[in-house]
């Protein structure tokens, strides 16, 4: 069985596209209420029953699910496991916790639905005990529908960062002064969207153009799930406006390349010293009582693979060169995953893309007053909200959608 999601994606944006067609002045649409049955699963209304062979690749894999809790558990009280292995070990069980506590759920309900099921028999001549049976045989149903789509959405194939903390990174392109001020303007909207999120937003470095914009500016974000919900923002953003530099009036076409990067932990990537170079200077600045007269800047090489991270953003050399070896190991662990990624899947770059920074994800028309999304085709027209941060979960939450859709339709023909 293959669910035809992209069918009733399209269907379903084709829907929320005229909704903004013009400013909207009402609240933004609840993506789950609206969404397709098997995306419905947290809501009031009836569970939709999911088909039979659905039903048997889910049991296959709640049951390797179980079986690999009891292996990892068993790992763990074995005294001659290494304390990475211990780590590791501990790191799965977390991410399997979810899913075990729904599936212990599911196993009681359905414990009850088989009780239920003998009382029914037992009591046929007995109507009140009958309709009484038959009430909660009906609740009974109802919650099992409902922990099953819970257990279908906790075991879709999903990116292992997504819980992560970012880092992000924001580079002028094409356009030379016009396009580091609208990095400095993209940079910002980001500042503003995450604060309105309740994340903790931290500049790591930025470079400055003549004109004060950015050249290059990069900021660590942490907060519950950020990862998962900005990693769709890689990518171009391409700027469409009368640029302050231009005395005739006309419209300029600028870029600015966005990478959103997971932060590493000690588990996912180990740094050795004979792997780096390390390197002090002296911080640029504007002079004058603020002079760097110290070699405060911090200039990191991971000899391996050629990569450099130069911080300079603070007066102190130790934090410079800590946010330095925060970034070279986001670098690092955001490689290895795009490797893995690459040698099992497909799906992202097939139907929403790989986010990779040489594709044009949006465009920003100032003009129009108009934001476009090409990934899925939706038109937002107030570039002035999203520029400070408002409305940004439009596009987010229809990405985070189709890659959820795609999900499932990969998910149920895997087998």
């Avoid at 649409?29 to 569970?47: G, H, I, K, T, W």
């Avoid at 099921?117 to 037992?122: G, I, N, R, V, Y």
Wanted: aromatic share 6%; hydrophobic share 35%.
């Amino acid at each position: 069985m293959r669910f035809r999601g992209s069918f009733t994606f399209r269907r379903f944006l084709s829907q929320f596209r005229k909704q903004f067609d013009s400013k909207s002045e009402f609240p933004l649409p609840n993506f789950r209420s609206r969404a397709p049955f098997f995306l419905r699963s947290y809501s009031s209304e009836v569970q939709a029953q999911l088909s039979p062979q659905l039903l048997n690749i889910m049991e296959q894999r709640l049951s390797a699910v179980e079986h690999r809790t009891a292996c990892l558990n068993k790992l763990l009280n074995q005294p001659e496991a290494s304390p990475s292995e211990y780590a590791r070990a501990n790191k799965e069980l977390r991410k399997l916790s979810g899913s075990v506590d729904l599936i212990n759920e599911l196993r009681t309900i359905q414990k009850e639905i088989d009780g239920l099921k003998s009382l029914m028999e037992e009591c046929s001549e007995d109507k009140d005990m009958l309709n009484m049976a038959t009430e909660e045989m009906g609740q009974a149903i109802e919650e099992e529908r409902r922990l099953q789509n819970l257990l279908l959405k906790s075991l879709l194939p999903k990116d292992d960062a997504n819980e992560r903390d970012c880092i992000l990174e924001v580079r002028a392109g094409t356009g030379g002064e016009e396009a580091s001020l609208f990095a400095m303007d993209i940079f910002r909207m980001y500042e503003k969207y995450a604060l309105k999120k309740g994340w903790k937003f931290e500049v790591v470095d930025i470079a400055q153009s003549d004109l004060k914009g950015y050249k290059e500016a990069s900021a660590a974000i942490a907060g519950v799930g950020v990862y998962g919900k900005l990693k769709f923002e890689s990518g171009i953003h391409r700027v469409q406006r009368v640029p302050v530099t231009e005395k005739l009036g006309r419209i300029h076409t600028s870029a600015v390349s966005v990478a959103i990067l997971p932060q590493a932990d000690e588990v996912d990537v180990q740094l050795k010293n004979e792997d780096l170079r390390i390197d002090t200077y002296r911080s640029g600045g504007s002079g004058g009582q603020h002079a760097n007269t110290t070699n405060s800047a911090v200039r990191v090489i991971h000899i391996p693979t050629g990569i450099m991270i130069a911080i300079q953003d603070e007066r102190s050399q130790h934090m410079n060169k800590a946010k330095a070896l925060k970034v070279l190991c986001a670098k690092l662990y955001e490689m290895e995953r795009l490797r893995l990624h690459r040698s099992r899947s497909k799906l992202r770059s097939e139907q929403i893309g790989s986010g990779d920074r040489s594709e044009r994800i949006r465009t920003y028309n100032f003009p129009q007053g108009r934001v476009t999304d090409h990934r899925v085709g939706i038109t937002y027209h107030s570039v002035d909200d999203v520029m400070q941060g408002e409305n940004l979960d439009v596009f987010i939450d229809a990405l985070l959608l189709q890659e959820e859709m795609d999900a499932i339709a990969t998910f149920s023909s895997s087998q």
